[in-house]
């Protein structure tokens, strides 16, 4: 069912006598404003795309078992993630592209399959994503705001999903600074790929000896830093292109001799 560029759609009315259903699209519906709760519930449904519905300021819960493919991006009023009722293990792959969602909710981690996820949105908090089970790709952009902040009671269970699936970290301006090396840069001590440009670091800590799978490094332009503490044993590639306030001083030795730039 396809309702893409109905721009007087004001409203997805109850769906659920349509059960067989396994594709509903209304795309780029730019007077949409309510979608009924009967949407998130239909047993069949493949694919759901609301892209481009610049009005939608929330979205119903969703429990679709069979969905594959899930499409948010340029909804420019949408605040607040769906929550994800159930296993949701069908989605392998979910972009968020301009979102003003701050956070997404803990039940996002009910998204069992997930593998790839790109965040290009307002995000302040990202804790929840690192408790999909399967996500190995992560990458996000533009984000004006960062923290590590998770609940104590998921602290333990957050860092053995982390340490387990995670391979490649990319944060381009994302605004990060030594806060996010001092909180929870040690969560990412399993990746084998780590990007970090554009950020505010002055410092690569010491611990970044402990990461034994990364095998490349890129800091490039990141104005702010000044020190390299420690190199990762594996380390075969690594890009600081400019890096205005790193010297020689602030680089070891050891880090020159054993990097091949790219």
């Not at 499409?71 to 009023?77: G, R, V």
């Not at 999909?132 to 957050?158: A, H, I």
């Not at 301006?173 to 440009?197: I, K, M, P, R």
């Amino acid at each position: 069912m396809n309702f893409d560029d109905c721009k007087l759609l004001t409203r997805i009315p109850d769906v659920s006598d349509l059960q067989n259903l396994e594709k509903l699209s209304f795309e780029w519906c730019e007077s949409l404003t309510v979608v009924h709760d009967s949407v998130g519930f239909m047993t069949k449904l493949k694919t759901l795309s609301v892209e481009g519905c610049s009005k939608l300021t929330s979205f119903p819960p969703l429990h679709l078992t069979s969905l594959e493919r899930l499409e948010l991006s340029y909804c420019s009023s949408l605040e607040n993630f769906p929550e994800i009722l159930g296993n949701m293990k069908n989605i392998k792959r979910l972009e968020l592209i301009n979102l003003p969602i701050k956070e997404l909710p803990n039940l996002f981690q009910n998204l069992t399959g997930l593998k790839n996820l790109l965040v290009n949105c307002d995000f302040v908090r990202l804790s929840s994503i690192f408790m999909t089970p399967e996500l190995s790709d992560f990458r996000v952009y533009n984000c004006k705001g960062w923290e590590w902040e998770k609940p104590e009671e998921t602290q333990e269970q957050m860092g053995s999903i982390v340490s387990s699936k995670l391979d490649d970290f990319m944060a381009l301006s994302c605004n990060l600074n030594d806060d996010f090396l001092s909180t929870g840069f040690t969560q990412l001590a399993h990746v084998s790929y780590l990007w970090l440009q554009e950020s505010d670091i002055t410092f690569l800590p010491e611990c970044i000896k402990e990461f034994y799978n990364l095998h490349a490094l890129d800091v490039s332009d990141c104005k702010l830093l000044q020190e390299i503490r420690g190199v990762p044993p594996k380390l075969k590639h690594f890009k600081a292109k400019n890096c205005t306030s790193l010297t020689s001083s602030g680089s070891s030795v050891l880090l020159i001799q054993v990097l091949s730039c790219f």
